[in-house]
């Protein structure tokens, strides 16, 4: 059975940074293509950042290019989200999301995805 689990959320001021992490059990992590969602109060779930099996290949959106890095370690069987320059815009439930590939690519579409961590809440105060 495979399971996600996110850590590292919390609350932290503008400006502040948080490390997010989604440790992967259950299967080859490195058989994962891997991605970050989040879905704040009343809104739909967007998408964030995602990264390829290999971690070669990676894409974030624009509402976080240059301030969020996805990396993933597959001898650790962890994916991580750095957020930078946190604005309370990004407060939001983040989370992991996984789906079994066998190419070098990343994607950006929830229904992608077949499992999914339970989330963690991420907080920005002003």
């Known amino acids: 059975q495979v399971q996600l689990v996110e850590s590292g959320g919390g609350l932290v001021q503008a400006g502040g940074s948080l490390r997010l992490s989604c440790a992967v059990s259950g299967r080859t992590f490195s058989s994962f293509a891997m991605g970050w969602f989040r879905q704040a109060p009343g809104k739909e779930r967007e998408f964030v950042a995602a990264?390829?099996?290999?971690?070669?290949?990676?894409y974030s959106a624009d509402s976080v290019k240059g301030r969020f890095t996805i990396s993933r370690d597959n001898a650790k069987n962890t994916m991580s989200l750095q957020m930078n320059s946190l604005k309370p815009e990004d407060t939001a439930v983040y989370y992991c999301t996984a789906r079994t590939d066998y190419s070098n690519n990343y994607y950006t579409a929830s229904n992608a995805y077949l499992y999914w961590g339970q989330g963690t809440q991420v907080t920005v105060s002003s």
């Open positions: 990264i390829s099996r290999g971690g070669g290949n990676s």
